[in-house]
């Protein structure tokens, strides 16, 4: 969630235990108790930040966030085509996940869309485990460091940071947003797993997520 994580038992379900191996790395997996994103639905539609350019079919799911919600992401482009589709894909499941989030929607079609498996059955309780805290959040949530590995034109695997420090959680009935500080570490670490589909789009069917991990802090 940002900032503040939900009761344990509600934040645990998001994991999913993520090997990496696929792909040559040797990262290990651990719990996640984090992460999150949503905002007031009764706010004006932005557009969500832009990806690193849009790779597979034209007829992608438009995400459009609140106005006082954005996510950025900063050096998403490596100049390699393939590593740039894979990441693109990336911002796009990352925005997905916030959009149901924001709309309440924890059967979201968009969230089908770039997630599958494991990913998409976590990313939906993780809907509902907003739902029932009657949270969202507002602010911006800062996507840096990216890390891919394309294993061949069907697996990759992406390694990433999260800046959560100017995120906020909002009470999704009365608006209220909660700007108290916290115990919690804003950095988190994400390591995701991807299958490129049919229609070329790379869905994310794998994640782990940890907080607090020294190499996303400054």
Known sequence: ???????????????????????????GSSKSNDKIAGADTSAPATSASPSAGESGPSDRPKIMFPEGVENKFEGWK?????????????TQTVNAVDDAILRGDTNSATLAYYRQGKALVS??????????EDLTWTGVTRYFDP??????????AVVYCADESKAFNTNRETGKVDKSPSDESPYVTYSTQL?????GVWQTTQVLSKR????CAP
Do not use: F, H, I, Y
Request: hydrophobic share 45%; with cysteine; net charge positive.
């Open 147 to 156: 890390k891919v590995k394309v294993a061949d034109g069907d697996t990759a």
């Open 1 to 27: 969630m940002k900032r503040r994580p939900l009761p344990v038992a509600a934040a645990s379900a998001v994991t999913a235990v993520l090997l990496l191996t696929a792909c040559g790395s040797g990262d």
């Open 212 to 215: 607090g991990d020294m190499a």
């Open 78 to 90: 490596t100049g390699d085509p393939a590593e740039d589709a894979v990441l693109s894909d990336v």
């Open 123 to 132: 990313a939906q309780k993780w809907v509902r485990a907003w739902l029932d």
């Open 195 to 199: 299958k490129r589909n049919s229609k």
